[in-house]
């Protein structure tokens, strides 16, 4: 199933070679069994990337990064598109 902005997804295994950028404020790395949230989609020459969010409670931020989408192995958990702001 193709990702997509607001999509919910499982990680499984996180290359950490494909970490592009992970924002100031992350209390920790990604892991597996993290729930996420796709916030954005980009496609550039490199290939795919996506912004993910793990917000577990709504203001506690654990993590926010953007990784290449080769670099991660997933289970898309819901693919409704969801509110995740811009």
Excluded: Q
């Amino acid at each position: 199933m193709a990702l997509s902005e607001g999509s919910i997804i499982k990680l499984i295994t996180i290359d950490r070679a494909a970490l592009v950028l992970a924002d100031w404020l992350n209390s920790r790395e990604a892991a597996p069994g993290d729930i996420a949230v796709v916030e954005r989609i980009s496609i550039g020459e490199a290939g795919s990337t996506v912004l993910l969010l793990c917000e577990p409670e709504a203001g506690f931020l654990e993590w926010r990064a953007s990784y290449f989408e080769a670099g991660l192995t997933y289970e898309v958990l819901s693919s409704f598109p969801h509110d995740v702001g811009s």
